[in-house]
């Protein structure tokens, strides 16, 4: 029997009643650990967050919680080979892509640890300047921040257990909001480890982390008027948290991270040999197989116009070819495999239906995986899917196949490559290549209202820019439309979600003392 992973509740270890969910390697099929939750005391635990925790946290300053933070940071880095461990053998991913996914959760802490520092001692946060309410300055209204006294659900998706609990618990821990976290089962042991390590260290206070691993029954319904929840994963899912009973009653504030078509697009007279092409090819290659594409960030409708269809098609199916694929393990192997079988299995479907409006232009998969049983591995080389006619593929505007897949779209002129950007419904990002300053400026805010994130590449940042796929804290991230309409990072606006904002109407004197 393998090992069954505890659950930290009401300030302790806790391990469910049930037989478990049992997770694996998708590469070999092995049983790595189980997790339940059964007959745990939710409706205690949150409790427990909302008093013990949530009061330590707001008996700290902001500079004490970015402290704490650092302090986090450190018992992470202390501990970090485990976590490729756990990463190669439960995500199946390969060095690097594990380290999108830990060394990015740690990088977003580290961020939010230096911002805490800046931030002062008191126990709010001023919110822009006072504005005059009549003739005189003598009666004006100050807008304030005040971190909120409930708890911060978490409910993630399993593409990054690392980085999902992080860039979502450094903004609220710095606001002094207790976290509760489920990740999503099949990646849940990192999730686990992390607060293990974090809480064994004992850097932060009793209740302002829990986990729970495990089936998610019974979560929505602890959440009351002060707390908030965040939630990542599908658009199905969304919409039934959305419209959560507990939710709707309580006008719980809630940010939906979900899929997301997102879109790279190469101006129309940049040619085969131009730097912007040869930068959108290795751009579209490194996202099409990062984590295997299994990234809510990634390119997975190329716009391209008419002319250089082909010579696209041609230039990144050419550099897919040198992409090995299989075993994590190996070193040679540059992608190794989907998250699990389950995956596996709707990643072809979505790819068998992408195929009945597109024609392949590249299919990874006629060469052999490496160092894998094809019958247990849950490996997928990259497939590039175009069309020329997109008049008639709708669907690649609609579906998103969470994995290694993309399709090359050909378009007309730009009034047409942007409405069909647009016909995404709202995305969390597009990437724009060119080389005229004037276009790329005026395509990219054209483009701001559909999207979370525009990133423009153009030939002097081609070394620079930080990737179409990344998610900085610096920079928003979120959506509108079917990227769910969250926002979250962005610097210090991630912490507007955990905290209220009040306008205090006073007299001068009132307001100099806040
Ligand atoms: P999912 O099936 O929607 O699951 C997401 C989370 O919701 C999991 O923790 C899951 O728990 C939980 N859950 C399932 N049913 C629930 C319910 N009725 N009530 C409350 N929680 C429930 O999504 P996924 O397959 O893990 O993730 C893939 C999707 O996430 C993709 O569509 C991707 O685009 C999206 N994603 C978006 C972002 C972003 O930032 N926008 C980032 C990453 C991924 P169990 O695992 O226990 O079922």
Request: charged letters at 20%.
């Amino acid at each position: 029997m393998t090992k069954l992973l505890e659950n930290y509740v009401a300030g302790r270890w806790q391990a469910g009643s049930g037989k478990g969910t049992t997770l694996h390697n998708p590469v070999t099929g092995e049983a790595l650990v189980r997790i339940d939750n059964q007959a745990i005391d939710l409706a205690e635990g949150f409790a427990f967050a909302r008093e013990q925790g949530g009061k330590a946290l707001r008996e700290m300053t902001y500079q004490q919680r970015g402290q704490m933070l650092a302090d986090v940071v450190a018992v992470l880095r202390g501990n970090r080979d485990a976590y490729y461990d756990i990463s190669t053998a439960n995500s199946g991913t390969v060095k690097n892509d594990s380290a999108v996914d830990i060394e990015g959760g740690i990088f977003t802490l580290s961020y939010y640890a230096k911002l805490g520092a800046k931030l002062g001692d008191k126990p709010y946060l001023m919110d822009g300047e006072a504005s005059l309410l009549g003739q005189d300055s003598s009666f004006q209204s100050q807008h304030i921040l005040t971190p909120r006294r409930g708890v911060a659900l978490f409910i993630n998706a399993f593409n990054f257990p690392a980085w999902g609990l992080w860039e979502k618990a450094a903004p609220a821990l710095l606001s002094g909001i207790p976290v509760i976290v489920k990740p999503a089962s099949p990646t849940a042991w990192l999730t686990q480890q992390m607060v293990n390590d974090v809480v064994s260290a004992g850097v932060i206070p009793e209740g302002a982390l829990s986990v729970i691993c495990g089936s998610s029954a019974g979560l929505l319904d602890q959440l009351q008027t002060a707390d908030v929840l965040s939630f990542t994963g599908s658009a199905d899912t969304a919409e039934k948290i959305r419209s959560h009973p507990a939710v709707t009653r309580h006008s719980v504030r809630v940010n939906i991270e979900a899929d997301s078509i997102n879109s790279a697009l190469l101006l129309p007279d940049e040619e085969a040999d131009s730097e912007a092409f040869t930068l959108l090819v290795k751009e579209a290659v490194r996202e099409m197989t990062v984590k295997s594409g299994q990234k809510c960030t990634a390119i997975r409708r190329i716009f391209v116009h008419k002319e250089h269809y082909a010579a696209l098609a041609k230039a990144i199916s050419k550099k897919l070819a040198n992409i090995r694929v299989g075993n994590p393990q190996d070193e040679t192997v540059r992608m190794g495999s989907l998250v699990s079988c389950q995956q596996y299995d709707a990643i072809c479907t979505g790819l068998e239906q992408l195929k009945t409006c597109t024609e392949v232009l590249y299919d990874g998969n006629q060469h052999p995986f490496q160092d894998v049983d094809n019958t247990v591995a849950s490996c997928l080389a990259p497939t590039l899917l175009g069309t020329e006619q997109p008049e008639h593929a709708d669907l690649v505007h609609n579906m998103e196949v969470f994995g290694p897949v993309a399709t090359l779209i050909a378009y007309q002129d730009m009034p047409h490559a942007v409405s069909m950007i647009r016909q995404g419904q709202g995305s969390l990002v597009t990437s724009l290549y060119g080389s005229d300053p004037v276009n790329l400026a005026q395509t990219a805010s054209e483009l701001a209202d559909s999207n979370g994130r525009v990133h423009v590449i153009s030939p002097e940042v081609g070394s620079l820019h930080t990737g179409h796929g990344n998610v900085m804290p610096q920079s928003l991230h979120g959506g509108p439309g079917r990227a769910g309409g969250g926002e979250e990072l962005g610097g210090l606006r991630a912490l507007n979600f955990y905290h209220q904002r009040s306008a205090i109407q006073a007299s001068s004197a009132v307001l100099e003392n806040l």
